[in-house]
Nanobody, 123 residues
């Protein structure tokens, strides 16, 4: 059974940093993608970043390029999201989600989801 568990959220002032972690269990093989999504109150959920463990390919939303970095540790089955230069508009619930195969920008392509971790950035 696939299970995803996020951690690392918290409250930080603008300009600060956080590192989110996603522990993935139950996936086999090496052809999976993990995405980080976020949802702010009253807004639709959006993809922030994703990574494909087959070749390390990554995707970033324009709003986080240059500030966020997604990485993976395949041996530990962990995916990380390093968030620097945080802004109040980054405040949201952050979710990791996984799918078989390569990157996809479609939220519906991600089959398994974690429960989320809250990130709050104050000005």
């Amino acid at each position: 059974q696939v299970q995803l568990v996020e951690s690392g959220g918290g409250s930080v002032q603008a300009g600060g940093s956080l590192r989110l972690s996603c522990a993935a269990s139950g996936y086999t093989g090496s052809s999976n993608s993990v995405g980080w999504f976020r949802q702010a109150p009253g807004k639709e959920r959006e993809m922030v970043a994703s990574i494909y463990d087959g070749n390390g390919a990554t995707y970033y939303a324009d709003s986080v390029k240059g500030r966020f970095t997604i990485s993976q540790d395949n041996a530990k089955k962990m995916v990380y999201l390093q968030m620097n230069s945080l802004k109040p508009e980054d405040t949201a619930m952050y979710y990791c989600a996984a799918k078989f195969g390569g990157l996809s920008l479609r939220e519906s392509a991600y089959r398994d989801w974690g429960q989320g971790t809250q990130v709050t950035v104050s000005s």
